[in-house]
Structures are given as structure tokens and as C-alpha cells.
């Protein structure tokens, strides 16, 4: 067997131990620590506003910026979360509501419609074929 040269590891363990034993131990419990991952907003939450109803009780509301998902909230006030799709195929009355060339989007879970951001540039004709 070939003997190992000493590396001084237990010496450095030993006065560890012995510091980290005359510490009095902390306890955190009844401290409420700061959480830096997520930090408090001052600005208000953008909420899309209700436009009007359909005669079939369909809600038309207008899109907050890059918004990509449905807000709208059932009985329960669950969240419905359902992507929106540009729609081109609409019926009469949205026609002569918004306009028969009309940028519309609809849930694809509750089709609560969807008026274009007055923020953002207009997507009309892009991608359609």
C-alpha cells in the first residue's frame, strides 16, 4: 500500500466544527424573508375591455398588447385561457358591426371575439392566402 500524503483536510474540518459549535444556531421561521425572484409591480394590470354583445350572446371584446390568450372567465371564474385565432370567416352581423375586411380573432374554446389592439400595427393581409 503507498502511503497517502497528508493534505491538511482534517485540521480545516476539525476548527470548523469547532467554530460552527460556539455559533448560537439561527432559526428563520418566524422571519418573513424577502423573495427577490419576483418583485411587486406599481404598474396597473391591463384588462381588454368588453366592446359589446352579439344578438347570440357572443362577447366582443378588444385585445390588450401581445395578447395571445383568451381572458374571459366562466360561472366558476375559472380562467379560460384559450388561443386566439385571426377569423375570417364571420357572420353577417359582425359585418356590418366592424366591417366586412375586419380584423377578428376568436377563442378557440368559449368564441368570445376579438378587436384588434389600437396599440399595435394592424395585422390585415399578412400570412393570408
Not at 28 to 56: C, H, Q, R, W
Request: one cysteine or more; proline letters at 6%.
Amino acid at each position: 500500500m503507498i502511503p497517502m500524503a497528508h493534505s491538511g483536510r482534517s485540521d480545516s474540518v476539525n476548527s470548523l466544527a469547532a467554530l460552527n459549535a460556539s455559533r448560537p444556531e439561527l432559526l428563520y421561521s418566524g422571519f418573513s424573508m424577502a423573495n427577490p425572484k419576483y418583485a411587486i409591480s406599481d404598474k396597473p394590470v391591463p384588462v381588454s375591455e368588453l366592446v359589446g354583445t352579439l344578438s347570440d350572446g357572443t362577447k366582443v371584446k378588444r385585445r390588450i398588447p401581445r395578447m395571445r390568450a383568451c381572458n374571459e372567465k366562466d360561472a366558476k371564474g375559472k380562467l379560460c385561457a384559450g388561443h386566439l385565432k385571426r377569423w375570417y370567416f364571420f357572420g353577417d352581423e359582425v359585418k356590418q358591426k366592424f366591417g366586412a375586411e375586419a380584423e377578428i380573432y376568436r377563442c378557440e374554446r368559449c368564441k368570445t371575439l376579438y378587436l384588434p389592439s389600437a396599440e399595435e400595427v394592424p395585422r390585415t393581409g399578412t400570412l393570408s392566402y
